[in-house]
């Protein structure tokens, strides 16, 4: 079901078998034309092979259910592959290759175009968020820690909050991206560069075997077609660059359920804050009409629960010797599932986002719960600079005690307790409870946050 | 006992209770600094705190005993040291700041001395791998992939792959210590940068209300008194940056796990090509005298394993509203145990490296087993070139096939069949089985990957 | 940090270094037990060595020290043992066990004890949670799904349920404890059991070579000195009966977490149905006097969280051959810490559920928020009856748009509507709005459930 | 990916988008057949309904296309359901029933059938084991402990284990199928049963409030015509019998890569013992026709690495309130994901030891490797009858140590040694090296394991 629940279907696309095979037969293709000028190829043969990569010519299912036997869906293609072709482009398929080398770079080209469709969803993500903070960053709202009112803040700070933790994704995955960031080779004498998604090519040991010395132009001449970075090393076993790939998606995922977790939360019938836009057949119940469901923030926690929980199976760097037996057939389906799952979190949040209702007169009158007693903090401060910091805590409390006991206001409390009324004027005292004037830097935290944007 | 096993003692003092408390003191006093310029405090009281603040004074058990009912250990440890300061310096202890603020930036200030001292161990590592990669650049030994042997290698250039895999970490680790990794904001037009260990601190909710619009210079303040950069904004329910800590060290994780896992398989007694090192008490059997268990090796596998397991406990990022409840607090076990035992596998790996017996003999011998035959591909090789791909792959898996049936090896079953006799003299049929001769271009790619190295 | 954050200290003593040495210390004393009829060996002897093994004798520091080089803790322990003891009796000292023998045998004893600690929380969780149940069978509040009001329920069916679920849980871990659940072997012709819980013993590779032909008696008599289960194999590297306790513990964990989220979110200022009771120093925060946080609740969400994230690594079952090297190891680290972490949620839900309070009013005034359309669904019920459902849900869904967009309730909207009013009398829709007559089987399924209690 | 590799073909059939459909449809059926005569309902109408929930009515990928709007598949099914019946019909569809007790009753059907699949494919591979070991119990070979060889076993004793292993996982999975296992109510004066896979039936929020305190008995019908068990409660939110489901299979995937594991291992060129059998097209590689890969042991690995990763999705309990946003709609994925790769993990295994070939020539010769050492604790313990063991122990340590620098056999040092010599005869240190009659109980063991078989 994890190619129809809880995903973005383009990236379901990306990841299916029919995919899959299509990226393998660029990568063979490209290597007989990266064989062409070292072995003297002819055109027509290179021409010929290339023509023989296109998928349409391939069953996936076929080549998947030969794979449960033969162990790699490589073995089969090439087959199918070299029967396409006449016997003189035939020695030239797949030539010096190993499976892993077409398996791995058809997937770190599946994920590079997997990052750029997450790059897509993502800044759609930060551009709503940036809007809602800039047009709410006077919209105040009670801020919450542990599930209870704490202080003031605005609907704006919390937006902002938002825009930064999706552009840090972003600039995560453009460096993943680009190679400036992940594990990676970047000392600037040597000038060799492996960023996290280079190409994968060594033959059956990683050794070049069976170019007797001649590789690594060949590597370099494949890279170049692949438009791929190319490695200082192949790394069949060594698997910290997907590992990585694979932990950024899930710090993505995560940052997205953030976002949902927000929504759905003041979404609560009793909080009231935010809904999700209408749309007709989403997130209705046919027996409770009244109920207007959060379906994109939940289905965003679902995928991101989904998307995380597979990365530890890529962490797990034990890989046998020069190919391991288990640890790297498994990333062929967890690869994907991570992707899927991300893709359909924040897939998910963008769509929130984009129809968000905000709701500011709720907003405005949830800081009156619990008598306002939210700004004991603040009423606090401001008689702390009379009588000191202890004096005015021990005050605050009996009086945010006896509001919530006796079902008045903080502000009442306030105003009958001569200890306070012995410092501070009613005005004072009601300045004091002004959740406006009690916002800090809120408004220079929201231009910091923005600054980047447009 | 996840404290004493499977660990570095430094790192683990480096995360216990105490060090805990002495990174929260350091806060608070800085805290007193940030605050004097600004408040005009003088110099006496600043002094007070500061001095107030050192471990020695504290109970770290008390403090963790009460931590249980009170939600977290700042309430107590606020609350002894404000006892410790006279009348006048109270007023001023943890002024404006929040329980989150100090953890969060005790913790940061952990983790990057924690850091510091895996960079310590991983350059421990990688001067091991890069010695033995340069020492057996020509020692040769079956290339081994889902457990058969393949085709020739170096030790060499295994060794250079595990270089090459801890070089990647340290410098992800670097990036990540710098603040040029990681989820950040590198605007070069906005400057603002927010590296993944930065200061946190914003008050109750994140406002920095307490300082009624003058915060963001206090903030500044106290990021230079610790020197720590300063984020964008706080971030007290955005934890992005925690989790790519987290699931950085998981990579590292498992990193170090793939050399323990070579390690290990490479000691078994049936290939017997490495050993950890003699040493006194070591890995030794009281009831079988012959055992020498490669006991660094196994440590290391252990560690890994339960570093990475707590990773998805810090992707998950659905940090409630402004701070979590559950989430957040689940941290404070959940980032100790990783750089425990990311520390422990990385630490067991530089020993199992440093004392490395490498059975040359052994690799070489173990090459002839299976009659040579992962001579195989290189002998098809030298048939192609006659014959073409596909005859020469009939013949050899025939040979093959004879070979290990007959318990011959395969250049007598090569040499006896006159399909390969018939192209191929005695002396090419030798060189093709040479393993020595089949090494592809290993030599250049140890090169290649030692290229930074001294 | 395990150790003292979000566990119950007796939970944390249980498995400290110094109970585990004990628990070692207990299995060796009995084995000499075993030892003393089939080899007709002095009582003094045995006297001497039992004596040996009082665990006040020994410094776990310096044995687990010792572990880090020699493998495991037995090692220096068994040398420490016979070092104590004279000629004579040296030679009986862990006589024809292997180290995983007292290893696994002490951990079994320690999870026997372990479960029974839990069991003692899980039951008070019970207790709490009936008596809730049964008090509160008519308290009327919202049901919720997806945060949204969804229809009435009761208090008391929520408590039942919560009792339920800690019930479900109570028996299966006195299932799992007595032998009669986890992966067993009960067949009753054969008579053979192994329950989840059973001694080791096998010697070096589990043939119990060791005894010439005579193991079996010994394990027997061994397994009765501890009273223990015998099983039908030694289990070196068949690890599920590990893995059913651990993930047996995951379930509960999860199951506490299930009535802590509950409570963290009832608990909300907006909502304000519950809170967990005061206490001298919880929950407090000094800035914010206001705030009763649910402190348990929130421990127990971050116990679960750490509970559960280290199951993985005990169901992963690949243990090679005889023994493992990592996999087995790692287990001594994470089976303490899901017992720990798991009395830690269970312990704390016992605490937030004792002082529970439970307010009433809050309840009902919340069935009020949104124009009471909670309702909406009873009244399209009613209105189903006389115009069939199709056309009741397009009237009621209309009329709750109305109630929520001009802010008046659903019963002014309906009696305004014609619609309803042209079936159902001023009074009926009032019956049919009313919460406590919406209540279905509330009170029965109360009763099924609470059927086990008293 | 994931339908696709790693799993066993007839399960993701019988988890696919269609399955489910399909499953949910069977409910919706039998509850107009459990309505039919508490409400009298016209049999034609029930047959009507019964008529349209015939699956190949429907489109899956439609309905689950709409599901990512709607939040559940079932709007769109119950839409299409009802539009499909006349309008005598259409009240009855669906009637009282919430989304979650349709899909929550079809996943249990799905489990259910699930699990016979899992039993079938775990009963071959139990049956294969227990001839394996009654045919091999008296092939010696060697035993190993962390990767080094320890003392002798028979392979007889190692498929024992299996065996024994394979039989717990049957009978944990038949005492969850019948209600004997996991979280149960089965209190014996009570008589309520509630085991793993029960009903869920409870409307809205578990009231069943749609029958007015008639809904007990339409839910007992409900469960007659399932043929599932009647739980004591609604379950929405309390998912522990889910969970439990999820944790035992995964402890189950857990077992088979225990096996998988040992052929991989004794697969090893160098080590040799086991093959997997030959087949066309199987483990083969072009590159290496030496190559004979133990596919289904590498496939077997992979399934259970990928089936235990999402376990801890389903044990994290927080279920909010009365149903969940985000955990319980993860569960659609993981669920299915679990069952899929476990059954490939078993199915594999199963394959695996269907062809399993033995090379008991060669596990004889490993006895011999590193000169017959792994004996060294059987001569230890015949010169420990003479001259106690500690003198035995530093007398073979020595010999061993000679053996291996010297590569002489440890028989040839020992017959050397004067101190050995001194002691025991030529004939008696051979008779103590001989690795038959150093098996202990061995031959007992499979016996006791073996005798539930047959």
Chains 1, 2, 3, 4 share one sequence.
């Not at 973005?8 to 029919?18: D, N, Q, T, V």
């Not at 401060?381 to 509001?403: F, N, P, S, Y």
Request: charged share 20%.
């Amino acid at each position: 079901m994890s190619d129809v629940l809880f995903t973005k279907p383009a990236m379901a696309e990306l990841f299916s078998p029919r995919a899959m095979v299509a990226a393998m037969l660029r990568v063979e293709a490209a290597l007989a034309r990266a064989l062409a000028v070292p072995y003297d190829i002819d055109d027509d043969v290179v021409s010929a092979i290339a023509d023989a990569c296109r998928v349409e010519l391939y069953d996936p299912d076929a080549i998947f259910a030969e794979a449960a036997t033969a162990g790699t869906p490589v073995i089969p293609l090439v087959r199918m592959l070299t029967e396409r072709v006449d016997e003189k482009a035939r020695r030239w398929v797949h030539w010096g290759a190993t499976s892993q080398d077409i398996m791995d770079t058809a997937m770190v080209l599946q994920m590079g175009e997997g990052i750029e469709l997450l790059l897509r969803e993502l800044r759609g993500v930060a551009e709503h968020a940036a809007a809602l903070a800039d047009a709410h960053r006077h919209t105040v709202m009670a801020g919450r820690t542990l599930g209870q009112q704490a202080a003031p803040i605005t609907f704006g700070l919390k937006a902002a909050r938002w825009f930064a933790l999706t552009g840090r994704q972003i600039r995560a995955l453009v460096a993943l991206r680009s190679g400036m960031i992940g594990p990676q080779l970047h000392d600037p004498v040597v000038g060799t560069i492996a960023p996290a998604l280079p190409l994968q090519f060594g033959g059956a040991v990683g050794t070049l075997a069976a170019f007797e010395g001649a590789g690594i132009p060949i590597a370099a001449a494949l890279s170049a077609e692949l438009e791929l970075p190319l490695p200082e090393l192949p790394w069949h076993a060594e698997r910290d660059r997907v590992a990585t790939v694979a932990a950024m998606l899930g710090v993505t995922a995560g940052a997205m359920s953030k976002i949902a977790s927000d929504i759905a939360l003041l979404s609560q019938t009793e909080i009231g804050e935010l809904s999700e836009g209408a749309q007709p057949g989403k997130g209705g119940s046919s027996a409770m009409p009244q109920k207007r469901n959060p379906v994109d923030a939940m289905s965003a926690l679902a995928a991101a629960r989904l998307a995380i929980a597979l990365v530890p199976t890529l962490l797990a760097g034990d890989h046998e010797h020069e190919r391991a037996i288990g640890a790297w057939q498994a990333e062929w389906v967890a690869i994907p599932h991570i992707f899927r799952h991300t893709a359909g979190a924040t897939s998910h949040v963008r769509q929130a986002l984009a129809g968000l209702e905000v709701h500011e007169d709720r907003m405005r009158r949830n800081l009156d719960l619990a008598g306002g007693t939210l700004m004991a903090e603040a009423l606090t401060g401001a008689i702390a600079a009379k009588l000191g910091r202890h004096e005015a805590q021990r005050i605050v409390k009996a009086e945010c005690d006896r509001a919530l006991r006796d079902g008045i206001t903080l502000a009442e409390a306030a105003v009958e307790d001569t200890c306070t009324a012995g410092v501070l004027s009613r005005e004072e005292i009601e300045q004091a409870l002004d959740p406006t004037r009690y916002l800090g830097s809120t408004n220079d935290l929201i231009d910091v946050a923005l600054s980047g944007w447009k």
